[in-house]
């Protein structure tokens, strides 16, 4: 069938989607026999199809991606590796530039241009890995002059601003908004964010200035200070695309925006907040590529992915993720449930909001405005025949009462809780009202997460362990162990770390633990009866990861408390 596909002509391919009539095509053909312009501008130029729609069902024949230029940022690296003459006369545009995987991304109209892509391979060098995205033919010139007509650098633009003055009302029209540098200053403080793998980006208004922060590994760091002349506008303009009230300033608010960076969409969640020197903005960085992961690709221990097998093997029950703010529960979530979503199960979510979208898995925001908290969601959901459901974080009791009411009548449900350690969630469920016997038996396990930054593989150096760091490490300093510096070099930009890595505390709840539970037992006697059956606390599973050349000491207490281990 495919295959037939790819024989067909555009246009009987559009007649064939229903896109356009058999009439319109006729019209379109005779039209083309007085003046020889390709068949997908004529249709376009009648107005019979939009330049969208034969972008995507050209890129859906061929097995190609597709991609709308105008939810592109420009990102000036890719730009630099290519001549705008050259990408003028290929119809190339450069959209994206990964220098570490050293692999560009381009769009282009004519996918099958061999000529042209062996130039580029030969302009560029065997080492740079070309991709190729199919873009429509009409954007694509006005991109080609956008992208390349305009200083896109920090730096450049910042001097552009300098030189002339700020246009407000364009900063709020949908027109040619590479004009207008403020624009451009936003978009690139977001590529080089992404770029950067930071997970927040912080707009701080001060007295005199404007600082800008990105939250790179866990850890915030300072990349620009800017005049407090550049407020204003930085404010308009992130408040205009994240669909926001611009005359309100003295009330938070909360938005969203979608842009394609580095060749791949990325989406932003924006909330303002009113502060004595004018509004702080905080953009949550929501980079799907970069969020859902398979457990395999978490660097996570064998016997920590074997305990977690045994309780994704149990058919009903709570399964509960615990840790604070931004220690990646919901990440963690995520990749569990990626286990076990296939065809054969039917997984539905309630989330605060829904962040990634994920295929198979019927998801549902929680929101006020449609008068849907956790509970009456979970109400409603175990009317669509559910096998597992996910509920954002257990708030309150009503929720927690309709989770365990889900999981006592045969359905897995995955949920957050905050508390500092796997065995602080039963005192937890208690305070919100569970009762101990009502806990006893709907269980599956409870994990703690925190998460640490991991040592680069470029430059770390080795190092014998002294007196204190060997109180720390207490039983585990038997055998002289050697434990690694953080250095910084050009592959981790001189920070001596390197991305992150979760450490997990695993509480496997079996009849034993149970029936502790019921009996109200007291946090000692759980610990104790979970050390026996191989239990260990955050403290000792980041000790491990410290002597396997993972992370540091100091990065360790950092994330979880070692103060208990000095004797």
């Given at each position: 069938?495919?295959?037939?596909?790819?024989?067909?002509?555009?246009?009987?391919?559009?007649?064939?989607?229903?896109?356009?009539?058999?009439?319109?095509?006729?019209?379109?053909?005779?039209?083309?026999?007085?003046?020889?312009?390709?068949?997908?501008?004529?249709?376009?130029?009648?107005?019979?199809?939009?330049?969208?729609?034969?972008?995507?069902?050209m890129a859906r024949t061929i097995g190609q991606e597709s991609i709308d230029l105008s939810q592109v940022v420009a990102d000036p690296d890719a730009l630099g590796l290519v001549p705008q003459e050259f990408a003028r006369r290929n119809r190339i545009l450069p959209i994206a530039y990964h220098s570490r995987e050293q692999v560009l991304t381009v769009a282009t109209t004519e996918i099958f241009n061999v000529v042209a892509m062996d130039q580029l391979r030969a302009m560029l060098g065997s080492q740079i890995e070309i991709k190729t995205q199919l873009a429509a033919e009409a954007q694509l010139e006005d991109f080609i002059d956008q992208f390349y007509?305009?200083?896109?650098?920090?730096?450049?633009?910042?001097?552009?601003?300098?030189?002339?003055?700020?246009?407000?009302?364009?900063?709020?029209?949908?027109?040619?908004?590479?004009?207008?540098?403020?624009?451009?200053?936003?978009?690139?403080?977001?590529?080089?964010?992404?770029?950067?793998?930071?997970?927040?980006?912080?707009?701080?208004?001060?007295?005199?200035?404007?600082?800008?922060?990105?939250?790179?590994?866990?850890?915030?760091?300072?990349?620009?200070?800017?005049?407090?002349?550049?407020?204003?506008?930085?404010?308009?303009?992130?408040?205009?695309?994240?669909?926001?009230?611009?005359?309100?300033?003295?009330?938070?608010?909360d938005g969203r925006l979608s842009l394609t960076l580095n060749g791949r969409p990325v989406d932003f969640r924006v909330s303002t907040q009113p502060t004595i020197y004018g509004e702080n903005i905080v953009l949550r960085v929501l980079d799907r590529e970069k969020s859902i992961i398979n457990l395999d690709r978490m660097g996570l221990p064998k016997d920590v992915t074997d305990r977690l097998g045994i309780m994704l093997a149990r058919p009903e029950g709570i399964l509960i993720v615990t840790g604070p703010t931004g220690s990646g529960k919901t990440t963690t979530l995520y990749s569990l449930l990626a286990?076990?979503?296939?065809?054969?199960?039917?997984?539905?979510?309630?989330?605060?909001?829904?962040?990634?979208?994920?295929?198979?898995?019927?998801?549902?925001?929680?929101?006020?405005?449609?008068?849907?908290?956790?509970?009456?969601?979970?109400?409603?959901?175990?009317?669509?025949?559910?096998?597992?459901?996910?509920?954002?974080?257990?708030?309150?009791?009503?929720?927690?009462?309709?989770?365990?009411?889900?999981?006592?009548?045969?359905?897995?449900?995955?949920?957050?809780?905050?508390?500092?350690?796997?065995?602080?969630?039963?005192?937890?469920?208690?305070?919100?009202?569970?009762?101990?016997?009502?806990?006893?038996?709907?269980?599956?396990?409870?994990?703690?997460?925190?998460?640490?930054?991991?040592?680069?593989?470029?430059?770390?150096?080795?190092?014998?362990?002294?007196?204190?760091?060997?109180?720390?490490?207490?039983?585990?300093?038997?055998g002289d162990p050697t434990l690694y510096h953080a250095v910084g070099c050009r592959q981790c930009d001189n920070k001596g770390y390197r991305g992150r890595t979760p450490i997990l505390e695993i509480l496997v709840m079996d009849t034993d633990m149970d029936e502790l539970v019921a009996r109200r037992s007291t946090a000692k006697e759980l610990r104790t009866a979970a050390m026996a059956k191989g239990f260990r606390p955050l403290a000792e599973a980041g000790i491990q990861r410290v002597l396997d050349g993972i992370t540091t000491l100091s990065e360790l207490s950092r994330a979880v408390d070692l103060t208990g281990r000095y004797v």
């Open positions: 069938m495919a295959e037939q596909r790819k024989k067909l002509r555009l246009g009987e391919l559009l007649v064939q989607q229903r896109i356009i009539t058999t009439d319109q095509l006729a019209i379109a053909l005779a039209e083309q026999r007085h003046n020889n312009i390709p068949l997908g501008r004529l249709l376009v130029r009648l107005g019979f199809v939009t330049e969208t729609a034969i972008r995507d069902i007509g305009y200083e896109l650098s920090v730096d450049g633009i910042l001097k552009e601003i300098e030189t002339g003055e700020i246009d407000y009302d364009s900063l709020q029209a949908g027109g040619d908004e590479y004009t207008q540098p403020m624009v451009r200053l936003v978009n690139a403080l977001l590529v080089d964010a992404v770029k950067r793998g930071a997970s927040d980006i912080h707009f701080e208004p001060e007295y005199a200035f404007l600082r800008v922060r990105f939250r790179i590994d866990g850890v915030l760091e300072t990349v620009r200070s800017l005049h407090k002349t550049y407020m204003p506008g930085i404010t308009v303009r992130i408040k205009v695309v994240s669909d926001m009230n611009i005359a309100e300033t003295r009330a938070p608010q286990q076990v979503n296939d065809e054969t199960v039917n997984i539905m979510t309630l989330e605060d909001p829904v962040e990634y979208p994920v295929t198979l898995m019927r998801q549902t925001s929680v929101n006020e405005v449609a008068r849907m908290d956790f509970a009456n969601g979970i109400r409603s959901i175990m009317r669509q025949d559910p096998d597992i459901i996910l509920v954002g974080e257990v708030r309150d009791k009503e929720t927690a009462e309709m989770a365990f009411r889900a999981a006592m009548t045969g359905h897995q449900v995955f949920t957050t809780l905050h508390t500092n350690s796997a065995l602080g969630a039963f005192p937890r469920l208690l305070d919100i009202g569970i009762q101990p016997d009502i806990m006893a038996g709907n269980i599956i396990g409870v994990i703690a997460q925190r998460l640490v930054r991991v040592l680069c593989a470029h430059c770390k150096e080795p190092y014998q362990p002294g007196r204190e760091e060997r109180m720390l490490l207490g039983e585990f300093a038997e």
